[in-house]
């Protein structure tokens, strides 16, 4: 079984990116069917829902990469934070935290993270306390020049370090976020007004008194002089003493923005990057493509892509070592009718479950967040367009106009918050249901025949539709979520208590005791996610559909007759009515760092540097050695890996000598067939093993990339010229003037990618494996009679033989590939392993988690 059809078992780890780390909580999901749908995405401003805290609405500055001056710091996609660059005098930043992290943020020469478990964690300088952080637990920090500020959990603001001009006064009132300047500090109101003080706004030199907007917004960025703010409508204001210039286009609108000292900088609605202020040290330089975070400094500037890596430029160029990924992984998880959805790492849609409407046929794109509904499934795009799929009876499948924060599917119609914070509803208007009433919300939630939001206002709930029984009546409390089901309605207040009304027979309408965290409802039954982590269900119970599991998880989701959940594990769990296979999560592999591939067997290095194998072991060319390694290789029933230390270890068939491992140091190492050759420090190479044409007798001079095929060999030298060695029956084994950037020698052919990312092929083309795609490219690697190659857009394309399906694109997209025999593997932007072709003996079938 390949590992695309590998499903089934009742946990599986689903992770997502977050594409804004705290999350746009666009992440949790909407269940629905003949009933309703909940909501555990509270997308208002932006949702912080953790393992800790009652759902706030709650913004963060710098969720994973901040830049300040000339360093930097990012919280990898484990938590750990990596810190690059040099602080103001020199001293390098290099000093990474311990533990793990939700959110950074970096100060002129000090830095301070909020912990997995709540906590503040500084470090660098402390001369005047801005590193004491005080105990107790936060929802975001913010560092200022030689202050900090911090947002805790019932909306203060905590601040302490220098205060000079009054910035580390606290601020008692509620907030959502807190952005610290240089000597001033703003925080975002949970109305979406600003409040700001320290220098120029509290202790001002007389000339100065500013004046604050009276705009509502939805995120702020503090820097030097100037303050920045995303408005509820997407377009960005700026104040400050500066000369604090506006965006180019003032009509432009944004998902977020970052204020360095000279500069700012956005990223638009469409993924792309808008920069504006004073062009020096490159602070107004527009990275090309998509991201999903941007950071400008003063001599250093970085950005977070939407495939999660990250791009630095300017003057006092830095950059994180190596092909990281980063951002928190949080995960969305959405239990509808008859079947569940859930966002990959990388954004994508995952469903499972009955497809008669199609509602499990999962589109392409990057999303953040999923709702499923009763035979229909709507989801965010990472853009902040909706796509809605499956049944389009009443018009619940249609698509509506315009960018939104959150949806909520529903029975047969649709409600979701639009970047304004206005309700708009679709579908289905028989009660009224999707006749959204006038306001603002925080979130809002369809059900069967009625629709709740929590207001952005003052909290209460608002309900439209038929009112049967009580469930569409308006509640005066405070809340922070609401999720509307069939004939009852649940929502968590802002003191953690959980309110239901309407009625139920089974019991689903009563309130339970102690406190929750989030709420979701199904048919006839009711979810609540308790402040420890644990799931209590009270309701109909005919299926188990109110018998969670004993453990703790971070995330639930309620559909009609089953639930679905997030451990804090990374698993996925469901539980009830499993007709449809809606409560069998799909398994994945695992995440891995690297892959690579041998003729019949793969392996892959693991985040903490392990080796797992998989496929043909006849001559324990599977057989994993211990250790920590960054590199693997393999042939013909023998592989070879490179230690963290530089060192090459072979095992396996050694009839040529190809696993006696060389001895001294290699930067990179990769085998043929029946030889191998590697890259030396110095830049010259090594090959051992057949020697039979040549194919090990190395020219000389300096190379940069070595790759060993079947009986030939090719290196790209320094300049670009590739020199070929060994058998050259078929031409493979020609030299190629170039310039090229990268080569793969295969079975009789060989492939590079020019320095203009075209590709381009010689040898035999008796199958394709030599007739190359239009194009660009970053990699190509070639196998025995197939060639992959890995376009600018990480995705995979394939040339070539067909024998075992060899040639047929992989979905998703790629950090690395690499193609030998007749299958290809990769290491996906999601960490996980990903094999395609021959799977005679398992080679592209890596280990499911749980077999770990």
Not at 177 to 183: D, T
Not at 384 to 399: K, L
Request: one cysteine or more; charged letters at 15%.
């Amino acid at each position: 079984m390949s590992l695309r059809e590998a499903r089934g078992r009742r946990g599986g780890p689903w992770f997502a990116l977050s594409s804004i780390a705290l999350s746009l909580c666009a992440c949790a999901g909407e269940p629905a069917s003949e009933h309703d749908a909940d909501e555990g995405d509270i997308a208002a401003i932006a949702q912080a829902l953790r393992d800790d805290d009652t759902p706030i609405t709650a913004v963060t500055d710098e969720p994973v990469l901040s830049v300040e001056r000339q360093h930097a710091c990012a919280v990898r996609r484990d938590g750990t934070v990596n810190c690059w660059g040099t602080y103001d005098g020199g001293q390098s930043a290099n000093a990474d935290p311990s533990g793990t992290f939700l959110q950074v943020s970096t100060g002129l020469l000090h830095s301070c993270g909020l912990k997995t478990d709540g906590t503040i964690s500084c470090w660098g300088a402390n001369n005047v306390g801005q590193g004491d952080a005080p105990s107790g637990t936060f929802l975001q920090v913010s560092a200022g020049a030689n202050h900090t500020c911090g947002l805790r959990p019932n909306g203060a603001i905590i601040c302490w370090g220098d205060n000079t001009f009054d910035q580390s006064i606290d601020s008692a009132d509620v907030y959502v976020q807190v952005a610290a300047g240089a000597q001033h500090n703003c925080g975002l109101k949970a109305n979406g007004t600003v409040h700001c003080w320290g220098w120029y706004f509290t202790n001002n030199p007389g000339e100065h008194n500013e004046v604050l907007p009276t705009d509502t917004f939805v995120q702020l960025t503090a820097n030097f002089l100037n303050t920045c703010g995303v408005r509820t409508n997407g377009t960005v204001l700026c104040w400050g003493a500066s000369a604090t210039p506006q965006p180019a286009n003032p009509s432009d609108t944004f998902v977020r923005i970052s204020a360095g000292e000279f500069s700012t900088c956005g990223v638009k609605t469409d993924g792309t990057v808008d920069c504006w202020g004073h062009g020096d040290y490159g602070g107004t330089t527009e990275p090309a493509g998509s991201f999903t975070q941007i950071n400008p400094g003063s001599e250093l500037h970085c950005g977070l892509r939407a495939d999660s890596t990250i791009t630095c430029w300017g003057p006092a160029y830095s950059a994180p070592s190596g092909a990281e990924i980063y951002g928190r992984i949080e995960v969305a998880v959405s239990a509808g009718g008859q079947h569940t959805c859930a966002l990959r790492p990388d954004s994508t849609v995952s469903c499972w479950g009955s497809d008669a409407h199609d509602q499990s046929t999962e589109p392409p794109g990057a999303y953040r967040q999923i709702a499923a509904g009763r035979d229909h499934t709507c989801a965010v795009r990472s853009s902040g367009t909706v796509n809605c799929w499956g049944s389009n009876t009443d018009g619940q499948g249609a698509d509506p106009s315009g960018t939104f924060k959150q949806v909520s599917a529903g029975e047969l119609h649709n409600c979701g918050v639009r970047t304004n914070g206005t309700a708009f509803c679709w579908g289905n208007n028989d009660e009224l249901q999707a006749t959204a009433p006038a306001g603002t919300f925080k979130q809002v939630s369809a059900g069967l025949w009625h629709s709740c939001g929590v207001k952005t206002e003052d909290s209460t709930v608002d309900c439209w539709g038929d009112n049967t029984g009580g469930r569409a009546t308006d509640q005066a409390a405070e809340f922070s979520q609401v999720s509307a089901g069939m004939n009852h309605t649940c929502g968590l207040k802002t003191d953690g208590a959980v309110d239901c009304w309407g009625t139920g027979a089974y019991g689903e309408a009563g309130d339970p005791t102690g406190t929750f965290k989030q709420v979701s409802v199904g048919d006839d039954h009711s979810c609540g996610l308790r402040s420890n982590g644990t799931v209590h269900c009270w309701g109909r119970d005919d299926h188990d559909e109110s018998s969670p599991p004993s453990i703790e998880f971070s995330q639930i989701n309620a559909g009609k007759d089953h639930t679905c959940g997030l451990a804090k594990d990374g698993l996925v769990y469901c539980w009830g009515v499993n007709s449809s296979q809606q409560s069998e999560p799909p398994m994945t592999t695992g995440i891995f760092t690297a892959v690579g591939v041998g003729d019949e067997h793969s392996c892959g290095v693991r985040e903490d540097g392990s080796l797992d194998c998989w496929g043909r072991n006849h001559q324990n060319q599977s057989s994993e050695p211990p250790g920590n390694f960054t590199q693997m290789t393999g042939g013909v029933a023998y592989t070879c890996v490179l230690k963290t230390n530089g060192e090459v270890l072979c095992w396996g068939n050694d009839e040529y000598g190809q696993a006696t491992e060389p001895s001294g140091t290699f930067t990179a190492i990769e085998a043929g067939d029946y030889h191998a050759c590697g890259r030396r420090t110095d830049g010259t190479l090594h090959c051992w093993g057949r020697n039979q044409y040549g194919q090990t007798t190395v020219p000389p001079g300096s190379f940069f990339q070595v790759s060993a095929g079947y009986y030939h060999t090719c290196g790209v030298k320094i300049g670009g010229a590739v020199d070929c060695w060994g058998n050259s029956m078929e031409g493979q084994a020609a030299d190629q003037a170039g310039p090229f950037l990268q080569v793969s020698a295969g079975g009789s052919h060989s492939c590079g990618v020019k320095d203009d990312y075209s590709v381009y092929c010689w040898g035999s083309d008796s199958l394709g494996q030599s007739t190359e795609p239009s194009g660009s490219f970053f990699h190509v690697t070639a196998g025995t009679n197939h060639t992959c190659g890995l376009r600018t857009d990480y995705t995979v394309d394939c040339w070539g033989s067909s024998t075992s399906g060899q040639n047929a694109d992989p979905p998703g997209t790629f950090f690395t590939i690499q193609a030998s025999g007749d299958h290809t593997c990769g290491w996906k932007t999601d960490g996980t392993a990903y094999c395609w072709g021959s799977d005679q003996y398992g080679e592209s079938s890596p280990p499911l988690w749980q077999e770990l």
